[in-house]
Every structure is written in C-alpha cells, then in structure tokens.
C-alpha cells in the first residue's frame, strides 16, 4: 500500500493518538479511583461492593490493553471475552476464572474469600502491568 503523507493524514494520527491518550489516562485515574474505593468498602467488610469495584479495576486495565492494541474499547463485557480470549489468553483465563462471583453478585452476597480473590488477582495484575 502506499500513503502520501497529507497535512490531513498527520493531522488525523495526531487526533487518534491524543484521544488515546487521554482516554487511557481516564481508564487510569479510573483504576486508580475503582481500588481506592474497593479498598475504603473492603474495611467496612462489605465485600459484594468491595469485589464489584476491584472486578471494575481489572476491567479497565483489561480495556487499557485492548485500547492500545486494538485502538479503542470494547462496548460491553460480551464484547469484551470476545477480545480477550482471542488477543490476550492469559487475561481471558483469569476473567473466565473469576467472572461467576461478579455475576453473583448481582442476587447473592460475596464472601470474604470470593473477595479475596478478586482483589488478589486485581493486585497482581496492576503489579505485573505497572499500572498505578
């Protein structure tokens, strides 16, 4: 393929990649506010509430690799598996693996080791992706 570079052409990398840009450091002030909050419930021993904010950190972080490998975000959580499991296996399967406790926690309350392991897993995954 062959591309002329355009005033135009420039001018629309630039839009892009500043709206990725400040559409990551939103999904990062997110996580940022998603953990603290998680944190703040999680001593209150509400871990339904503290479990939903962590699975909203993770999926952030998650959104954060598809934005800059895909260039933009998944519209909901379907949407979302689908672009994990077929881009980012290792992500996937943690999702997968944890995905029914915040399912449950629509109609059942989450224990403190459901909780547990969401937050673990959220903790290690913001250690591992250097996210905060």
Known sequence: MFVITTEKLINLSFVYNTNMDSEKDILKENIKKFLNSAWIVYQTKDYTSAAI????????????????????????????FRILGKNFPNSYAVLDKLYPIYRGSYTLITTK??????????????????IL
């Open 53 to 80: 904010l962590y699975f909203k950190a993770m999926f952030a972080i998650f959104d954060i690799d598809i934005l800059i490998k895909l260039g933009r975000t998944p519209k909901d959580h379907s949407e979302r």
């Open 113 to 130: 080791q459901e909780c547990d392991e969401v937050k673990q897993n959220v903790e290690i995954i913001v250690k591992e992706q250097r």
